[in-house]
């Protein structure tokens, strides 16, 4: 089991103001013992996807689509991180719950409503995450039970990569058919023991 093989990595508050590092991930099979920057998302190289708190809950859901992604950082005007938003958020309970508490429209029910806002983010240590293996990784995730996991550098105030599950798999070699997180690591590992 990776548990019993790897064990998580610490994370800790992302820092109020925190900014996002800018510049595909890499589609290289790797195994669970490869270095863990082999599967991270260096945003440094690759744009982030992100969206405006302000924005419909539809347009962030068409750009998730057009990018191909299932995460969308939310940030404010002055490209300070506001929050998170994930497919779960989007294609969950959060919209109608919002929906009937609210007694607004769906077209009224901005990315801010039902994103993960800043304060409660976590992020891993970019430093740990330098010496960490792609094992080490999985099992933080799979601890924290979510599809992916920010890297900020030391000091906590930019965010310097992410982590998604799906791609871990895609570079894993394992076929996902859920965007569960449970089912999800159980498939990888019941994969990776075969």
Do not use: W, Y
Request: overall charge neutral; aromatic content about 2%.
């Amino acid at each position: 089991m990776i548990r019993d093989s790897f064990s998580p990595l610490s994370a800790s508050p992302l820092k109020p103001g925190a900014r996002l590092a800018q510049s595909a991930p890499s589609a290289r099979r790797v195994r669970l013992d490869a270095r863990a920057t082999e599967v991270m998302t260096d945003l440094d190289v690759v744009p982030a996807a992100t969206i405006g708190p302000e924005r419909s809950i539809d347009e962030a859901n068409a750009q998730m689509i057009q990018r191909g992604v299932r995460l969308l950082i939310v940030l404010d005007g002055e490209l300070v991180i506001v929050g998170l938003l994930t497919a779960t958020d989007l294609l969950g309970e959060k919209p109608m719950r919002f929906l009937t508490e609210r007694g607004v429209k769906r077209a009224e029910v901005r990315v801010a409503d039902i994103m993960t806002p800043a304060s409660q983010i976590e992020a891993l240590s970019m430093q740990e995450v330098t010496h960490a293996q792609v094992g080490h990784i999985v099992a933080s995730l799979k601890e924290s039970g979510r599809q992916h996991a920010l890297v900020a550098e030391p000091g906590g105030r930019r965010v310097r990569g992410i982590f998604s599950a799906t791609q871990i798999a895609r570079q894993l070699g394992v076929q996902l058919q859920t965007t569960e997180v449970a089912k999800t690591f159980a498939e990888i590992e019941a994969a990776l023991l075969h």
